[in-house]
């Protein structure tokens, strides 16, 4: 990112990286406190520069009384105002250069500290006082900052300039693009503003290439999972499905999916809407539903370009769906994604569309779907007894052995005993058994159970698996199949 003058900022030129290595870890905690120093240069009061301004303007200030008003005058129209005022005053003319730099240091800072802790959101959100600075980590927000009131604005605009929208538009609400490069690193940020009563909020939401473009191999795939996926992709047809619900990682799987086949010796396409993540070697296009080119009409003659595997970014309706089907039945791999709940709720969403069961039972060859579990933090991990009712819960017996793990809290979990996400995966392959079961119309109890006895390993048994590893706790666990464990209970024995 292009910061060239930045004298107040905290120091942070580290890259987002997992802190593994104790020095890394002190370095993390310095900078954090570089951060409450910004903190302490943004509670100066305006009575305060303005009892300066004098002195600054006879050069009187020095280091960080300088610093501190260079920093406030920047950011307070009040102040300016009153600084033009006393120059008029004195008679003085010769302008005042640092006063002249834009301020990118604060939004800076919230940026990088925003990438250097995983964050997937950035909220600035006026208040009755001032503006709250939210981070959203592995799923959850967590206050990060408090800026008093005067910066509010010109902290909003500093945004607006970035993402290229209107400064003077402050009644509507805003959406634009950001593209900032910090530590070798390309990152996205889709921006956006709303009017709120007290003032312009604005959010932006970080699109990191580099995570989401995850290897299969390090998604949480099992061993055998990961084989399961890799005999999929490499039959010559059929549809290979992704299904889960909002915030499941399902891009992160697709995409995963994608760049595991070979773009040099397959054709393939893909139509999206929209296009959020180019692969070399693969030829991407988007819907255009004002010019008529919808997803079915979009893949049907994409299906024309002689591919070998085609990419459908979404399935919601059933001429999507049959479209999808068909393209499978004449020979392409067709991979797309499903909102469901999980495998067998995106083959019940399948029927539900009206889809012909026949053709499903034909074409469908498998479904992958994922969860995302908060990490027990490696810092302040330590060994942990679930209770029974727990393990019952996660279809593990009492007394089950395990490394049972869960976070104490501490800083760099920022209290919360989780730091980072790992997948929890299901991989269904529509074998012979399952396929009848689509075939016969089959409700999803039967489905699930027709599935586990082939030896499916379910979302349930991978979430309690990563707690019997310690990666994740039981409550996360419990947390994040909470939807699942009713309808997809286990007969025990298993
Ligand atoms: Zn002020
Ligand atoms: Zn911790």
Known sequence: MAAKHRPFAPRQQKPAAKLETKAEEMEHLAERTALEALQDTLEVSCEWVQENLVALLKEELVDDALGKLVFHLRLCRPCQTELDSLKTALG?????????????????????DAIKLNASDIHLEPMRQGLRVRLRVDGVLHEHLKIPEYAHQSLINRIKIMADMNLAERRLPQTGRIRVRMADKDYDLRASTFPFQHGEKAALRILDRSAVLVDLGKMGLSADQLQEVHDLLHRPSGLLLVAGPTGCGKT?????????????????????????????GISHSHVNRK???????????????DPDVVFLGEIQDRE??????????????IISVMHA????????????????????????IGVVSSRLAR??????????????????????APG??????????????????????????????VNDEISGAIK???????????????GFQSLLRSAASLVTQGVTSAEEALRVTSDLREMRGEDSDG
């Open 92 to 112: 003085i003319t010769s302008p005042l250069p640092a006063l002249d730099e834009p301020d990118t240091g604060i939004v800076d800072s919230i940026l990088q």
């Open 252 to 280: 992160t799987v697709a995409l995963g999916l994608l760049k595991a086949l070979d773009p040099v010796k397959l054709n393939i396409v893909t139509i999206e809407d929209p296009v959020e993540y180019v692969l070399e």
């Open 291 to 305: 010019a008529g080119l919808t997803y079915p009409e979009g893949f049907r003659h994409l299906l024309q370009q």
């Open 320 to 333: 999507t769906a049959e479209a999808a089907l068909q393209g499978a039945l004449t020979g392409h791999l």
């Open 341 to 364: 709940s999980d495998a067998v709720g995106a083959i019940a969403r399948l029927r539900r569309l009206g889809v012909d069961p026949g053709l499903l039972s034909s074409t469908l």
């Open 375 to 396: 990490k027990v933090c490696a810092q302040c991990r330590q060994a942990a007894s679930p209770s029974a009712e727990a393990l019952r819960s996660l279809g593990l």
């Open 400 to 429: 089950i052995p395990g490394q049972f793990a869960k976070g104490a809290g501490c800083e760099t979990c920022r209290s919360t005993g989780y730091r980072g996400r790992e997948g929890v995966l299901e991989v269904l392959e």
């Open 440 to 454: 016969q119309g089959a409700d999803e109890v039967s489905l699930f159970n027709t599935a586990v006895r082939s």
